[in-house]
């Protein structure tokens, strides 16, 4: 009915003499002003428990035009306190271990499976994270990557919808959604366990490789 409807108003057009119909292009989307938009849109999510106790929503920061998506679980007590991800001593490694395969936070988008604190940084109940995740979904389907890194089980858990070891996940990588998708340790895990340090760094080589060979 539709395109019936548009095929006769494109005749009755011809009958008066318009030959010629312009476009206006659409704009290209700029999609850190987007990200921010709709940063400022779930600033007051209440969608589950976990914003009576936050102190600021946590939705995300970095490169809107990233190649790599980095996915973490959920954020910190400092994170909570600054309203941003990765900014406490796991963010600090995690920027170093960036450095050691040439990439830098500027060039990486960052996220969590949780906008929220979980109290005293315990794992994300199953409402908690269903309740977020479509935060998360929309903020891959704006950046786009070519690239996703998760880090820790929970989130592996959560997004592949696999459940195994984290050892398990390490060994292969995935195919989120079309997009190239690896497993590695959580950086505070590696705080915890700083023997763990050699598994992820061949775990980041084997990500680097593959970024830069595209």
């Not at 990200?35 to 976990?50: M, P, R, V, W």
């Not at 106790?53 to 909570?80: M, T």
């Given at each position: 009915m539709?395109?019936k409807a548009?095929k006769?108003?494109?005749?009755?057009?011809?009958?008066?003499?318009i030959?010629?119909?312009?476009?206006?292009?659409?704009?290209q989307?700029?999609?850190?002003?987007l990200?921010?938009?709709?940063?400022?849109?779930?600033?007051?999510?209440?969608?589950?428990?976990?914003h009576?106790?936050?102190?600021?929503?946590?939705?995300?920061?970095?490169?809107?035009?990233?190649?790599?998506?980095?996915?973490?679980?959920?954020?910190?007590?400092?994170?909570?306190r600054?309203?941003k991800?990765?900014?406490?001593?796991?963010?600090?490694?995690?920027?170093?271990m960036?450095?050691?395969?040439?990439?830098?936070?500027?060039?990486?988008?960052?996220?969590?499976?949780?906008?929220?604190?979980?109290?005293?940084?315990?794992?994300?109940?199953?409402?908690?994270?269903?309740?977020?995740l479509?935060?998360?979904?929309?903020?891959?389907?704006?950046?786009?990557p070519?690239?996703?890194?998760?880090?820790?089980?929970?989130?592996?858990?959560?997004?592949l919808?696999?459940?195994q070891?984290?050892?398990?996940?390490?060994?292969?990588?995935?195919?989120?959604?079309?997009?190239?998708t690896?497993?590695?340790?959580h950086p505070?895990?590696l705080?915890?366990?700083?023997?763990?340090?050699?598994?992820?760094?061949?775990?980041?080589?084997?990500?680097?490789?593959?970024?830069?060979?595209?």
């Open positions: 539709y395109n548009v006769q108003y494109l005749e009755y057009l011809k009958i008066t003499g030959q010629d119909i312009f476009i206006k292009p659409p704009k989307i700029n999609k850190t002003e990200l921010k938009d709709l940063e400022q849109n779930y600033n007051n999510c209440k969608k589950c428990i976990l009576k106790e936050r102190n600021k929503f946590c939705y995300g920061n970095g490169n809107a035009d990233a190649r790599l998506l980095i996915i973490g679980e959920g954020p910190g007590a400092e994170e909570d600054l309203g991800v990765f900014v406490g001593r796991s963010g600090q490694l995690l920027t170093k960036l450095s050691a395969i040439k990439l830098s936070r500027e060039d990486v988008y960052i996220a969590n499976i949780v906008k929220c604190r979980p109290p005293e940084n315990r794992n994300p109940l199953p409402d908690e994270k269903s309740a977020c479509p935060y998360l979904e929309e903020q891959i389907s704006i950046i786009q070519e690239f996703i890194l998760i880090i820790g089980k929970v989130a592996a858990v959560t997004l919808e696999i459940d070891t984290l050892k398990a996940f390490r060994e292969k990588t995935y195919n989120f959604r079309g997009i190239k690896y497993v590695s340790y505070s895990a705080l915890r366990n700083p023997s763990w340090k050699k598994l992820a760094w061949i775990d980041l080589q084997k990500l680097q490789k593959d970024y830069f060979q595209q």
